[in-house]
């Protein structure tokens, strides 16, 4: 399956859990996970994974595990916004 490779920024501990895109093309992420033990990576490819309707196995974290700015492989599909 053909894949992307999107930048992502991720701000933990929000109230608000949302997905949006800046003014460059690049992800911003709100989740409510802390950073601790990836309970926020984890949060981040679930709300991914809804948003663009596709499985949280076929997202992959390639950069950026312990960091807030990730780049995040994304299967491109039909039902897929990008």
């Known amino acids: 399956m053909p894949c992307i490779n999107v930048l992502v920024k991720a701000h933990p501990k929000r109230k608000t859990m949302i997905v949006n895109e800046d ?9 409510g996970a802390q950073r601790a033990e990836g309970k926020a990576n984890e949060v ?4 991914l994974s809804d948003h663009f309707k596709v499985a949280k196995t ?3 974290i390639l950069k950026g595990h312990t960091s807030t700015k990730k780049v995040i492989e994304l299967p491109t599909t039909p039902s897929s916004k990008f």
């Open 23 to 31: 003014s460059q093309g690049n992800l911003v992420v709100s989740i």
């Open 58 to 60: 076929s997202i992959k």
């Open 44 to 47: 981040l490819l679930a709300l």
